[in-house]
């Protein structure tokens, strides 16, 4: 049974920071592109960062270049999402999804950026 399980959202302050982990079973983890999804309230679902397999390539949403670095532990079948300098606009349910031909999507965190 494939699942993939998000985990680190919460409230956090502007400018501050909080690592979301995604730890995915049920494949072949290290086969897989692993991405960071967001959809914010009223808004559609947006990527935000991905990271191929093998070379674990990452790119990001211009909205987040330079503040957030995708990673991904292939040993321990995870993959993170390091934000740095959250803003307002980052508050949205943060969703990883796993990506080879057929695509497998997690339930989500809710990440809340507010003073």
């Known amino acids: 049974q494939v699942q993939l399980v998000e985990s680190g959202g919460g409230l956090v302050q502007p400018g501050g920071s909080l690592t979301l982990s995604c730890a995915a079973s049920?494949?072949?983890?290290?086969?897989?592109?692993m991405r960071w999804h967001r959809q914010a309230p009223g808004k559609q679902r947006e990527l935000v960062a991905s990271?191929?397999?093998?070379?674990?390539?990452?790119n990001y949403a211009d909205s987040v270049k330079g503040r957030f670095t995708i990673s991904r532990d292939d040993a321990n079948n995870t993959v993170y999402l390091q934000m740095n300098s959250l803003k307002p606009e980052d508050t949205a349910i943060y969703y990883c999804?796993?990506?080879?031909?057929?695509?497998?999507w997690g339930k989500g965190t809710l990440v809340t950026v507010s003073s």
């Open positions: 049920g494949f072949t983890f290290s086969r897989y592109a």
């Open positions: 999804n796993a990506a080879r031909g057929v695509i497998y």
């Open positions: 990271i191929t397999s093998t070379r674990g390539s990452a």
